[in-house]
């Protein structure tokens, strides 16, 4: 816990430093080996950025010769490491508010809903069915925008790209 609090210190004072004992290489794609079939496959661009967030929704990726690959079975040809353990080890780096924020969003919003609700109403026109839709609707808004905001806020504070980290 110290160590990340140290290194989330240092790394807002210079963009470009990792957090520590992670060690980084600027790149713009990278090659997997698909553990099925032993095929190499590279990865650049968006889906390159979209694999390596850990926080982006990914349920599977492309090998080139079967289609779609589970992230467990596929690895960095560079350091060997399942994809699926890479993603892992990069959540391990975002402050954990970050990671609670598909909960704490909705029943921020939640709350707000059943505010709303309660005001207006004025007094002794409260409608439980009203207020019961502003709290839902404030729900799920802050779930969507929970795993909406969640990816760019876990890159905003780890400042290093994800695709740059070994
Ligand atoms: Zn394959």
């Avoid at 993603?87 to 598909?102: C, D, E, G, K, Y």
Wanted: net charge negative; proline share 7%.
């Amino acid at each position: 816990m110290n160590d990340l609090e140290t290194s989330t210190t240092v790394s807002s004072d210079n963009p470009h430093l990792p957090p520590s004992g992670i060690s980084v290489k600027p790149r713009k794609s990278r090659v997997y080996l698909h553990s099925t079939c032993g095929t190499q496959t590279e990865v650049d661009g968006l889906e390159f950025d979209q694999l390596v967030n850990p926080y982006n929704v990914v349920i599977a990726t492309i090998c080139c010769k079967c289609g779609p690959a589970s992230l467990g079975a596929v690895s960095w040809i560079d350091t060997g490491e399942v994809v699926s353990d890479y993603r892992a080890r990069l959540r391990s780096l975002v402050p954990t508010w970050v990671t609670f924020l598909p909960i704490l969003l909705p029943l921020c919003l939640g709350a707000l809903g059943g505010i709303a609700g309660i005001v207006t109403a004025q007094g002794l026109d409260f409608d439980m069915v009203v207020t019961g839709l502003y709290v839902a609707v404030g729900l799920v808004a802050g779930v969507l925008l929970g795993f909406v905001v969640r990816p760019m806020l876990a890159q905003h504070a780890v400042k290093t790209p994800w695709r740059f980290i070994d």
